[in-house]
Structure formats: C-alpha cells, structure tokens
C-alpha cells in the first residue's frame, strides 16, 4: 500500500524523501516507547495504528481482535477516566 501511495505522490510531482517512511513522518522514537510502555505492541504494524490513531483528529475505526489496542488507548487514557 506504501508502495502505491509513493508513486501517486510521485506521479503528482510531491517532494519525497528517497525513502519515505509513514511511521517516521507521524512519530518519534521517544513517542513510541511511551505507547510500548502503556501495552502498545512493538510490532511495525502496531506502531503504525498507534502513529495513526495519535495523529488523528477525529474517532479511529478500531479492528482489534486480539484486544492489544483497546488495552493500550485504556492505558493511555486513563487520567481522564476512559471506561
């Protein structure tokens, strides 16, 4: 999917990087191992949602079949009492 975005952005003469990277572009390291100490997995792909899910400013679509999400965004937001 990475893959068919670059060349639609390359397509329209969009300025890239020689390797652009989505998960680099929306979060850091330090962010990252913030969300990996409140449950987040440290898989690429669970990363990825969680850069997703903090950059967004509306409600996220959540398909979490094995409930590592919804524990970590508890977690997360637990100083304003998310239930």
């Given at each position: 999917a990475t893959a068919?975005?670059?060349q639609f952005l390359q397509d329209r003469d969009v300025p890239?990087?020689?390797?652009?990277?989505p998960l680099a572009s929306l979060s850091t390291e330090a962010e990252q191992a913030r969300w990996c100490a409140k449950g987040?997995?440290?898989?690429?792909a669970s990363l990825e949602n969680g850069a997703i899910m903090?950059?967004?400013k509306r409600w996220?679509?959540?398909i979490d079949p094995q409930n590592q999400g919804s524990v970590w965004i508890k977690h997360?937001?637990?100083?304003?009492k998310l239930q």
């Open positions: 068919r975005f670059v890239l990087s020689p390797d652009p990277d987040l997995p440290r898989d690429r903090m950059s967004s996220n679509l959540i997360k937001e637990a100083g304003r």
